[in-house]
């Protein structure tokens, strides 16, 4: 225990050879999580509306106003112009087109994503303006949503960024710290050192654990101060994060060994980082997107622990379809990444050929 | 002359030695653009159930009326209406394995035969208010087509559209070319590392400091070489974007290198001052790597800039990125020539400028000093 303790303090110690790596890795999903939680996608759109001349026009931007959540913001800013150019993104006109008073939305060069949502939203007032004219034959959608409130996606959001800032943090270190490793010569060390491997292994990814647990706690705060949402058991979502980060630091170590070189090692570190934030649940629940992209994302250790995660988040609600399912999951990526990462350290550190 | 080219011969033998790097722009641009394509680019009908207790026709002519009302996002229906029983809904509903349920009342045709406020239930996921939105507006979707379908009277307002184009573009080739802007950047970037770190590495940079002549002669071949090999990257993800994809700049291409370039020269500049006052070069290339990444989520690169210009943070318009990529999209995806193309080269042109002279200033003091 004592040598595996003086082992930790000296990999504690590497980050005096790179302090600025050590911070980049461990704040940069923070810092991305800030920025991007300005400009996260809000539901409330600015619609151009060529300022009415009719009754019907009038009527029209009333129902504009309409459109909304009643738990949550209104889906429609009117922006009334008098040019009923596009311009960069859409314009809505009344016009008459053959005798029928039409609303005419047209396009700037836009993406069929934003053409949907300006589409829906017209459409919504539109609907509004009929169900008047409808009156008692008009249906009504009762709404009975999942949760009392819509959830702001800044929450998701962040919650999702969490497997990321400890699995950048774990790989990136870790491949970084062990390919400086060959590129110094201190490899060396290691191979004439009468330790047993498992030990010296067993500190690094013990010492990359503790590094990512603190960008953990780092972006979690960051993600409450934001949000005015915080898990409901810390300790919970330090127990979930621990098989990703174990995951995380063997994948580093192993680029480092195999590359031995401090670039393709974050490189490696960086593209699996990203690839497993966004295909791993990223964005939203596996299940809310295409079963093509559910059965790939399963397949990622991310998507097993955000949907652990969840509950901690969103009042207990369960999401997992396989809560054990993910569980052993997780346990096997571990166990496997780890015998791994002994084999690696046998055949690139231990072994006589170089 | 003569010295120039000799020292582009270095460079690039330098080059040579380490392709997984010079890879740096393509590897993980291309994760990026497979897992936007995998998110944004499969099928995205929300899987829900109904429950039709309707007793008339209209509940099933409802149920009817969900594939037939297309998404632009997908051309997909907004809805798929999965075949399940109720107690199988709402076990499916409880896991979130489908996004909601409709229940059609009993007395659903009655009432709207007979003018009874008709309504249905709508039980739906809201974990975020983007997907709440999207259940709510949906719906609104379905409703205008289910009047028409059983030719309640005309509304008061109808609805019509124009897109400037015979073919909507879809949203992932519009974050394809956010990715080939971050894929000229990133190979700009790690092709700076491979020449600059090389020397840092081999001490070389004590010969440059120590140097009598201009460190112009060996600042210069780096810049050509990591914009030439950040435009060659660039252009590589260009062609994977013409196969998959199928859209390609043409006889524009030159522009789309001008632009792209001048970016890369910007970032160039950026990564080799850092990396050099860092002292510890990778520490400098980490950080200017994930600069360029966050600038790519913040600066367009998800998104077209000029359809979302107030959900552009200030901090986004400190980087040419942001400038560079509704232009890229006009010619590659639309094929029509930037409105603004003269204004944006020359801001574009000032980020590249000044770019190149601080980042010489504090490279060659940084270079001097080690020496």
């Known amino acids: 225990m004592k040598r595996f303790s003086l082992l930790l303090q000296s990999e504690f110690k590497q980050f005096l050879t790179a302090p600025v790596v050590h911070l980049i890795a461990i704040i940069q999903p923070t810092l991305m999580y800030i920025l991007m939680s300005v400009i996260m996608v809000v539901p409330t759109f600015e619609m151009r509306i060529v300022n009415p001349s009719s009754e019907i026009g009038n009527d029209f931007l009333a129902a504009v106003e309409e459109v909304g959540s009643p738990i949550g913001p209104d889906y429609i800013e009117p922006v009334l112009v008098d040019d009923a150019a596009p311009g960069y993104r859409q314009v809505v006109e009344i016009l008459e087109i053959g005798e029928k008073p039409t609303a005419l939305q047209r396009y700037g060069y836009i993406d069929s994503n934003l053409v949907k949502n300006l589409r829906n939203r017209l459409t919504a007032s539109l609907l509004v303006l009929w169900n008047i004219e409808l009156g008692d034959q008009g249906i009504t959608i009762q709404e009975y949503p999942w949760l009392p409130n819509d959830i702001p996606y800044t929450v998701y959001f962040g919650m999702a960024m969490i497997p990321l800032a400890a699995y950048l943090a774990a790989a990136m270190i870790g491949g970084y710290l062990m390919a400086q490793e060959f590129e110094s010569g201190t490899i060396l060390t290691y191979r004439l050192c009468p330790t047993s491997p498992l030990l010296i292994l067993a500190a690094k990814i013990t010492r990359l654990l503790i590094t990512a647990l603190a960008a953990v706690v780092i972006l979690y705060g960051t993600l409450g101060l934001i949000t005015g949402v915080w898990s409901s058991s810390f300790l919970a979502l330090l127990i979930i994060l621990t098989p990703l980060i174990l995951i995380a630091s063997c994948i580093g170590l192993i680029a480092g060994m195999v590359t031995r070189s401090a670039l393709p090692s974050f490189l490696i570190a960086l593209a699996s980082a990203f690839a497993f934030w966004l295909i791993g649940s ?73 | 002359m003569h010295r120039l080219w000799i020292l582009f011969k270095t460079e690039f033998n330098v080059w040579r030695h380490d ?31 109904v429950i039709n207790n309707d007793r008339g026709d209209y509940g099933n002519l409802l149920i009817e009326t969900f594939p037939e009302v297309i998404s632009p996002l997908d051309n997909q229906p907004y809805y798929e209406v999965k075949p399940l029983s109720e107690n199988q809904a709402w076990k499916a509903f409880e896991e979130y394995r489908i996004e909601g349920i409709w229940i059609i009342p009993e007395d659903f045709s009655e009432r709207i035969t007979s003018g009874k406020n008709p309504s249905i239930d709508m039980h739906f996921m809201n974990y975020n208010d983007d997907r709440a939105k999207n259940h709510r507006i949906y719906s609104a979707e379905i409703l205008w087509a289910f009047y028409q379908e059983i030719g309640l009277s005309a509304p008061p307002l109808e609805m019509a559209e124009q897109y400037p184009l015979p073919e909507m573009v879809d949203w992932v080739s519009i974050i394809s070319i956010g990715i080939v802007l971050l894929s000229v950047t990133l190979g700009g970037i790690f092709n700076m590392f491979i020449l600059t770190y090389k020397a840092q590495m081999g001490k070389i940079t004590l010969e440059m400091g120590l140097s009598p002549r201009s460190l112009a002669w060996v600042l210069v071949p780096k810049t050509v070489l990591a914009t030439f090999f950040g435009l060659v990257t660039g252009t590589i993800f260009l062609v994977i974007i013409r196969v998959w994809l199928g859209f390609w700049p043409g006889g524009n291409i030159g522009a789309v290198w001008l632009i792209a370039g001048l970016v890369a020269v910007f970032w160039i500049q950026v990564a080799l001052t850092f990396g050099l006052i860092a002292k510890n070069y990778m520490a400098g290339a980490i950080g200017s790597v994930l600069g360029a990444m966050i600038v790519f989520f913040i600066g367009g690169g998800l998104s077209m800039v000029r359809a979302h210009k107030d959900a552009v943070t200030w901090i986004a318009w400190l980087f040419p990125n942001t400038y560079a990529v509704d232009p890229i999209r006009d010619l590659v995806l639309f094929n029509t020539w930037p409105a603004d193309f003269y204004p944006v080269l020359l801001k574009l042109l000032g980020f590249a400028v000044i770019s190149v002279l601080l980042g010489s200033l504090f490279s060659v003091r940084k270079l001097r000093k080690l020496s």
């Open chain 2, 19 to 49: 392709p997984i790097t010079a890879m740096g722009g393509i590897i993980p641009c291309l994760f990026i653009l497979i897992a936007f394509a995998l998110l944004f680019g499969g099928r995205l009908s929300f899987p829900i159930a």
């Open chain 1, 282 to 354: 990223g964005f939203g629940l596996a299940a809310g997107f295409s079963p093509v992209f559910e059965k790939i994302s399963r397949l990622i250790p991310n998507t097993p622990v955000i949907e652990m995660l969840f509950p901690y988040f969103y009042f207990g609600r369960q999401v997992a379809a396989h809560p054990l399912g993910a569980k052993l999951q997780l346990a096997g990526y571990t166990i496997t990444l780890s015998l791994v990462v002994i084999l690696v350290y046998r055949a690139r550190v231990l072994s006589k050929e170089r």
